[in-house]
T-cell receptor, first 116, second 108 residues
Framework: EPEVTQTPSHQVTQMGQEVILRCVPI?????FYWYRQILGQKVEFLVS????????KSEIFDDQFSVERPDGSNFTLKIRSTKLEDSAMYFC??????????????FGPGTRLLVL | KNEVEQSPQNLTAQEGEFITINCSYS?????LHWLQQHPGGGIVSLFM???GKKKHGRLIATINIQEKHSSLHITASHPRDSAVYIC??????????FGTGTRLQVFP
């Protein structure tokens, strides 16, 4: 069965460093998402991406964050200058259709980011 | 404010028991998602429903759009059902809002 993959599974970085989290969505999917989950808290929406542009983003997704689909298969989340509070599990997801149409979202296994 | 509320937050059960997890939401929606988060952190989509009831194996999900309420039931619960169960609703065009989750532990 096709699946969403994410690399790395774990990343430790120093505050102020840039990190890039990578995702390979399911190949025929059209909508791509990043979510984060701070330890012990609920999953939060960060950004959705369709047709090579951001379709929606949350208040969390400030200028320090950017997303890209550079080559038609990878979908990346970049955090330009990490802060301690960016420590979280980051999930990528992909789907054939919009969240409002009720299409199933397929989640990757997550990248656990720790900022020291 | 929480657009999505789940209850209970924690639930323990003996193997074989019938489990009910509730989700209430405050926004108008076209569909609701039930997800399962494994102890290792991975998230799996269980159901998407927009009306009535859906069944998959021992899992049953129901939704009442007028009352803005959904329930997830597990029949004949098993220790392998131990996980966090999360409901999520779409807000705006393309954004999922998640509940805080219900942590279920099923003991043999």
């Amino acid at each position: 069965e096709p699946e969403v993959t994410q690399t790395p599974s774990h990343q430790v970085t120093q505050m102020g460093q840039e990190v890039i989290l990578r995702c390979v969505p399911i190949s025929n999917h059209l909508y791509f998402y990043w979510y984060r989950q701070i330890l012990g808290q609920k999953v939060e929406f960060l950004v959705s991406f369709y047709n090579n542009e951001i379709s929606e983003k949350s208040e969390i997704f400030d200028d320090q964050f950017s997303v890209e689909r550079p080559d038609g298969s990878n979908f990346t989340l970049k955090i330009r200058s990490t802060k301690l509070e960016d420590s979280a599990m980051y999930f990528c997801a992909s789907t054939l259709g919009l969240a409002t149409t009720g299409e199933t979202q397929y989640f990757g296994p997550g990248t656990r980011l720790l900022v020291l | 404010k929480n657009e999505v509320e789940q209850s209970p937050q924690n639930l323990t059960a003996q193997e074989g028991e019938f489990i009910t997890i509730n989700c209430s939401y405050s926004v108008g929606i076209s569909a609701l998602h039930w997800l399962q988060q494994h102890p290792g952190g991975g998230i799996v989509s269980l159901f998407m429903l927009s009306s009535g009831k859906k069944k998959h194996g021992r899992l049953i999900a129901t939704i009442n759009i007028q009352e803005k309420h959904s329930s997830l039931h597990i029949t004949a619960s098993h220790p392998r059902d131990s996980a966090v169960y999360i409901c999520a609703v779409p807000l705006g065009t393309d954004k999922l809002i998640f509940g805080t989750g219900t942590r279920l532990q099923v003991f043999p």
